[in-house]
C-alpha cells in the first residue's frame, strides 16, 4: 500500500493536470472523484506495467490499523490524534506536505487526517459472518472513503470510522493512496518496513508490503460505534 496518499507531483506527471485547491507538488492531490481515480489508475498502468488500483475498505482500515503489528491504536499510529494527523484542531484550514507526521506502525504516513482516502467498495452494512478479503457489496449508490480530512473533528480520524460519497462528487477533502498486489517471492518478515519505489513519468512514489493477517472491523466499545 502506498506509503503516503498520492501527491500533486504524481498525479500531474500521470494526469497532467492538477485539480487541487492547495497547490503544492508535495501536498496531497485533493478535490477527486472516485471515478477521477479510476482514471489515473487506468492511466498509473499502462505508464508502469503495474496493476495498481485502490484499496478495499478492509485493506485501508487493516493497513490503518498497523496491519499484524497493530498496537490498538484509535488513530492510525496513536492514542494522540495531533501526533500523526492533520485536522480540524492544527490543520489551519489547509492540507499539509504528505509523510510530516509520525508514521504508523507499519511506516504508513497520514491515514488519520489530511484528506480522505477513496477506497474500492461500494458502502453497505458490515456483514456478521467472519469473511477473508470482503470486497464490500456487488452495488450500491455510495462509494466508501476512509481517514478524514483537514476540517474533520477528531471522531472521523479514527481508524474504524466510515464515510462516504457519491462517486462522481469532487470535494476538496478527498484524496487517494494506492494499492499493489505484488506476486513476486516474498522478502522474510521484518521489523523495519519493506518498502519498493515506483515511478510514473520521472516521479518515484514508494510502497509498503503489509504483511497479510486477521483483525475485527469497526470500533471497540472505547471508541464508539460507526
Known sequence: IGETVVTQALWKAVMGNNPSRFKGENLPVESISWHDCKAFISKLNALTGKNFRMPTEAEWEYAARGGSKSRGYK????????????????????????????PNELGLYDMSGNVWEWCSDWYGAYSSASQTNPKGPDSGTYRVFRGGCRFNFARYCRCSDRNYNDPDERGNGDGLRLCLFDNEESEPSSDIPIVKTYSANGVSFDMI??????????????????
Open 75 to 102: 488513530y492510525s499510529g496513536s492514542n494522540r490524534l495531533g501526533d500523526v494527523a492533520w485536522y480540524e484542531d492544527n490543520s489551519g484550514g489547509k492540507t499539509h506536505e504528505v509523510g510530516y507526521k509520525r
Open 209 to 226: 508490503k503489509v504483511e497479510g493477517g486477521t483483525f475485527t472491523m469497526g470500533a471497540t466499545p472505547e471508541q464508539g460505534v460507526d
